[in-house]
């Protein structure tokens, strides 16, 4: 990690920050909570203090074993997998994804409610259709099937005696699917609609500052389709891979969008001033004057950086969306009223926002190598954008990009963009995907090989072997060290890294294990070793030593 700290944060500051920076550490919503003082304030530890305690990190090797393993000092119990029942309606859904947890009482951080996505479905293990059998007709019912497989879950969890598990039919468990009717924050319809249907192709997400919960939907076009337009701005369009919109005529316009659930009753918004395209996450943070900032990214090859600056307090429609300059460190306003290019182009903002990428590009916005999770650095104050891989670029093991924008300030209009820490085997990783931060500051980092390329031969991924889980730490003699701390099963990736607020438990998703598997009679995985001996995905909880270890802060900082 950097050794120069552009500011010094109070315990106080410090804790406040990593809420507001979207990694939910202290976010305790006023309906499960009353507040608590939290005036008590020391300096938070640096490279320098002596006083904290340095765990021993024993890195794991690469391994293409069919299990999660991990590093001493750390254990898992598996919390929920695909297919267990959370109410007596629901059960959980497919590949899961984004995780995070909001405690009732800051008093005891082991009672709350977990958040988590589900992006999406593997259509042989959920609904049976193989798509490589030409002699197999698609059915309605199959589609209905993936269509409730994907969104999110809400589950009350506890801990008990150093075990994590659901409280089964609490009356917060639900799930949002891509059935469930959402409206959308804006004062035009799209398509003739001010309420859509569903929500899927969730990826990452975070927690707003009035404490809800943000899902973001990615490959949306997996599922509807899209609508391109050519030189001549005459719309045609391209089908979907999964075929939905053979089955329910909802306009892909309808997709793609950051969307803000509710944890009290599940009722969900779509923000359309963030604009539409392949979000992989939203950040939020809450300026001073309450106004917010939004940092997202298109997970796609060579799209682009954006920050939404809202207007107003507490607003994610009243506000400026901007997309990244990153060669000459400028945020370029995709407003249509002061755009010609735009003007030209597009007949308003709506148009400008749903068609977002175009608009970008008009504006000579950078292309980015797969732009997906983002995370602000509770210590320095900086923006880490993991870029994932740009194939066609050459770009086979992504980066992680640094944005310091200009006197620190969220609200700027000027950066500098450098890259922080690049993939490949001289620093032991491919693929940075998911990013958080612990209570010290340490950065933790999951990866995003593809399936079909990892343990192949003849594969630049061979050498990193299964996707994995590291941790780079801020201090100590490790300071700045990328190691591995867990393997993920045979074809999955690990993503949705979360800590519980007392640092003591790491959430993390196993997604899509045994992925290649082309027959249900001979799964690439078996992982998690259930009885019908199919891979599911799953939510695990990790604990023990070096967790709390990684988490503890020096002496001085003990409020």
């Known amino acids: 990690m950097e050794k120069n700290h552009q500011k010094q944060y109070s315990r106080k500051e410090f804790l406040s920050f990593l809420g507001k920076a979207s990694l939910g550490t202290i976010l305790l919503p006023p309906f499960l909570?009353?507040?608590?003082?939290?005036?008590?304030s020391t300096e938070v530890a640096n490279s320098s203090d002596k006083q904290l305690e340095k765990p021993e990190l024993e890195?794991?090797?690469?391994?293409?074993?069919?299990d999660l393993l991990?590093?001493?000092?750390?254990?898992?119990?598996?919390?929920?997998?695909?297919?267990?029942?959370?109410?007596?309606?629901?059960?959980?859904?497919?590949?899961c994804d984004y995780t995070c947890f909001i405690p009732f009482d800051e008093k005891n951080p082991t009672d709350g409610l977990l958040w988590v996505n589900h992006e999406y479905v593997h259509s042989l293990f959920v609904s049976g259709y193989n798509h490589r059998d030409d002699t197999q007709e698609r059915t309605k019912e199959q589609v209905e099937k993936e269509m409730y497989n994907v969104g999110g879950s809400i589950v009350r969890i506890k801990e008990e005696n150093g075990t994590w598990k659901i409280v089964e039919n609490d009356p917060h468990n639900r799930r949002i699917t891509a059935q469930t009717p959402i409206t959308l924050n804006w004062d035009q319809t799209i398509k003739g609609k001010s309420t859509v249907i569903g929500t899927h192709s969730n990826c990452s997400g975070g927690i707003t500052p009035w404490n809800t919960f943000i899902t973001c939907e990615e490959n949306y076009d997996n599922f509807y389709g899209e609508t391109i337009y050519d030189e001549n701005n005459v719309a045609s369009k391209v089908p979907s891979r999964y075929g939905w919109e053979n089955f329910y005529d909802y306009p892909t316009e309808h997709y793609g969008w950051v969307v803000e659930v509710d944890p009290k009753n599940g009722n969900a918004q779509k923000h359309i001033a963030l604009g539409r395209f392949a979000h992989e996450c939203c950040t939020l943070f809450q300026l001073e004057d309450k106004r917010i900032v939004a940092y997202t990214g298109d997970d796609k090859n060579s799209e682009h950086l954006?920050?939404?600056?809202?207007?107003?307090?507490?607003?994610?429609?009243?506000?400026?969306?901007y997309v990244a300059d990153t060669i000459n460190g400028k945020w370029l306003p995709l407003d249509w009223e002061n755009q010609e290019v735009l003007q030209n182009r597009f007949k308003d903002q709506t148009e400008v926002l749903i068609r977002v990428r175009e608009a970008a590009k008009l504006l000579?916005?950078?292309?980015?190598?797969?732009?997906?999770?983002?995370?602000?650095?509770?210590?320095?104050?900086?923006?880490?954008?993991?870029?994932?891989?740009n194939k066609s670029k050459g770009d086979y093991h992504g980066s992680i990009l640094k944005i310091e924008e200009t006197n620190g300030k969220y609200d700027a209009l000027t950066f500098k963009a450098s890259i922080y820490l690049a993939g490949g085997e001289e620093n032991g990783f491919s693929c940075p995907d998911n990013l958080a931060f612990d209570l010290s500051g340490n950065l933790w980092m999951t990866?995003?090989?593809?399936?079909?390329?990892?343990?192949k031969e003849d594969s630049p991924y061979m050498p990193f072997k299964n996707n994995s889980l590291f941790v780079i730490p801020r201090y100590g003699k490790e300071a700045g060290k990328v190691i591995r701390v867990a393997t993920g099963p045979r074809d999955s990736e690990l993503t949705g890294p979360y800590f519980s607020p007392d640092g003591k438990t790491l959430f993390l998703s196993v997604q899509?294990?045994?992925?290649?598997?082309?027959?249900?009679?001979?799964?690439?995985?078996?992982?998690?070793?259930?009885?019908?001996?199919?891979?599911?995905?799953?939510?695990?909880a990790i604990t023990g030593d070096l967790i709390e270890k990684m988490n503890k802060l020096s002496e001085s900082e003990k409020v």
């Open 306 to 321: 954006y920050k939404f600056v809202s207007s107003e307090p507490n607003s994610l429609k009243e506000g400026t969306l």
């Open 512 to 540: 899509h294990p045994g992925e290649q598997t082309r027959d249900l009679s001979k799964p690439t995985s078996l992982w998690p070793f259930d009885k019908d001996n199919i891979p599911k995905p799953s939510v695990v």
């Open 447 to 455: 990866t995003d090989m593809s399936g079909s390329a990892m343990n």
């Open 33 to 40: 909570l009353s507040c608590t003082d939290t005036n008590k």
């Open 70 to 95: 991990l590093a001493n000092g750390l254990v898992y119990h598996t919390l929920l997998k695909w297919g267990d029942s959370i109410s007596k309606e629901d059960t959980f859904g497919f590949n």
């Open 364 to 389: 000579g916005a950078t292309e980015l190598n797969r732009p997906e999770d983002i995370e602000i650095d509770p210590v320095s104050g900086n923006v880490f954008v993991s870029l994932t891989n």
């Open 59 to 66: 890195a794991l090797l690469p391994s293409d074993k069919d």
